[in-house]
């Protein structure tokens, strides 16, 4: 097991910082990961002010497992935030129970992304029973949205995609969506099937005037 690992945390000037940490023993039901993948949320900008490791969606590798750990070594999986553990790190240790197998058959360079950007546009669908023949708006072609529109299409639903960037809409109709509106270019948003249910994946409130 390494003795220690390197991290990259935030620090007070908000310039990312490489660290040398030591590796903690591991408890019972502890995991130590080699972190090969990790996304980026809009999160960690929030964070390079603290001083925590940044990273919270991530993919590994089990280099070392306590005890009482039920998961067969060398499986991959993911961990979420913590402030002393993060993904932007060569390795992290976790409980068990906030880690979960990433099928062989999704690569960890999709999968990571998945965990967190992925997990927030899907678990409506399964929350709201969501079902395929309905209709689904997405405002936003972001980090949450491009992931909102194919999980949509996945689902079965009718897909408008709702933009103020025209440049986007080749990417919106490649990612599955089946109409997209340019917000800007008019007064009142008409769209060709009712919206059902309507994703708001911008950062900022969309103009609901329209």
Not at 79 to 84: I, K, N, P
Request: some cysteine; aromatic content about 6%; overall charge negative.
């Amino acid at each position: 097991m390494a003795n220690q690992y390197i991290a990259f945390r935030g620090s007070p000037s908000g310039e990312v910082e490489a660290v040398h940490l030591k590796t903690p023993q591991l408890g019972p039901k502890d995991v130590l990961l080699e972190n090969t993948h990790s996304g980026v949320c809009g999160t960690d900008a929030h964070n390079l002010h603290r001083d925590i490791v940044l990273g919270h969606e991530g993919v590994g590798v089990v280099k070392a497992i306590g005890y009482d750990f039920h998961c067969e070594n060398g499986g991959k999986i993911h961990g979420v935030t913590d402030f002393d553990q993060g993904t932007f790190a060569t390795h992290s240790v976790w409980p068990e129970t906030r880690l979960v197998p990433i099928p062989e058959s999704i690569p960890s360079l999709e999968a990571a992304p998945l965990l967190c950007a992925g997990q927030t546009v899907f678990v409506p669908f399964i929350r709201d029973k969501i079902l395929p023949t309905e209709s689904i708006g997405i405002i936003g072609i972001g980090g949450l949205g491009h992931l909102n529109i194919s999980i949509a299409a996945a689902w079965g639903c009718h897909v408008t995609v709702l933009s103020s960037t025209e440049s986007k809409k080749e990417e919106a109709m490649r990612l599955g969506a089946h109409e997209f509106v340019n917000i800007k270019k008019s007064e009142a948003i008409q769209v060709k099937r009712k919206i059902d249910r309507l994703f708001v994946t911008t950062s900022a409130q969309p103009d609901w005037k329209k």
